[in-house]
């Protein structure tokens, strides 16, 4: 799998549903250098009271260690004729004990736009992708400080592990995994 564009195996840059795109995020540099407004707000509320998670930092690690190609995608709406970023998402395809698996690494909508749908129309899109790629499941680590996302994602068909199919066995990129509850979803 190769990120990027297009179609034949790769992970699309462009991703459409309504009401909403997710175009892929490109220049890492602009990321850091200018980000959107609401940026800031939105890294801190990803993981609730724990420290931030930055977007433009997990996407550059990523980018010079190629690990599970992660990509990342601003979730766009039109907005007053204009088409504007309202929030962004990471996620990668690993391997995992039952195959490839779609794994969340990162989504949030700024604090203007939540509360519209923007983020769960943004799941499916997402993982009907993943799932072309060959992704049969789907898994997102929820800090134990944001109560709002582990709602999110329950709503979203997603269910609480604590381990992976096996007993013992860990569940794939568990890093830190006790600092929050793995959702896993079986079937994409």
Known sequence: ??????????WPATLRSKPLTLRAVADLTGLKNSPPEWLAEAEQAVLGKAPGC??????????ETRAGERVGYWIRVEHEGEEQ????VAASIEDG???AALVWRWLAVGARWRAF????AAVPVVERAAAKLGATSARVRVPGSN????YFWLRLGYRPVAQGP????????????SEGTWMVRDQL
């Not at 799998?1 to 790769?10: C, E």
């Not at 977007?55 to 690690?61: R, V």
């Not at 970023?85 to 962004?88: F, I, K, Q, S």
């Open 1 to 10: 799998m190769t990120p990027g564009g297009g179609s034949g195996g790769r």
């Open 54 to 63: 930055a977007l433009a930092s997990l996407l550059a690690t990523d980018s």
């Open 85 to 88: 970023a309202v929030g962004a």
């Open 97 to 99: 004990p039952e195959g």
């Open 117 to 120: 749908g923007y983020g769960g």
């Open 147 to 150: 109560g709002v996302a582990l």
């Open 166 to 177: 096996e007993p013992g066995e860990p569940l794939p990129s568990v890093e830190g995994a």
